[in-house]
């Protein structure tokens, strides 16, 4: 089992930064994968960025170059760091966290979400 805690979300002005961070804790045997989706008022949840355990990232084209997502594993902590934040950035935030047993099989765990809002 894997328990996720997010923090570091809020509400901040346009053109402003917030840093979000996502701790696993629990029993597993390692993480893989960890990420950041978000839904947005009316919208689908979507992918904001994922990295793995060897530090690949990928992003979604809407944030490419404003986020950065970071991990450290001693910590089992992923970050993303959110610059230049705009109006349409507001969603709740949800990180995830891909458990690894000892078979090599995955087990994706989410966090409770932390809402971001930018003023415009």
């Known amino acids: 089992q894997v328990q996720l805690v997010e923090s570091g979300g809020g509400l901040v002005q346009a053109g402003g930064s917030l840093r979000l961070s996502c701790a696993a804790s629990g029993t597993f045997f390692s993480i893989a994968g960890m990420g950041w989706h978000r839904r947005a008022p009316g919208k689908q949840r979507e992918l904001v960025a994922a990295i793995t355990s060897t530090g690949s990232t990928t992003y979604a084209d809407s944030v490419k170059g404003q986020f950065t997502i970071s991990r450290d594993n001693a910590k089992n902590t992923v970050y993303l760091e959110m610059n230049s934040l705009k109006p349409e950035d507001t969603a709740v935030y949800y990180c995830?966290?891909?458990?690894?047993?000892?078979?090599?099989?995955?087990?994706?765990?989410w966090g409770q979400g932390t809402q971001v809002t930018v003023s415009s």
């Open positions: 995830y966290a891909d458990q690894r047993n000892i078979f090599d099989h995955t087990t994706r765990y």
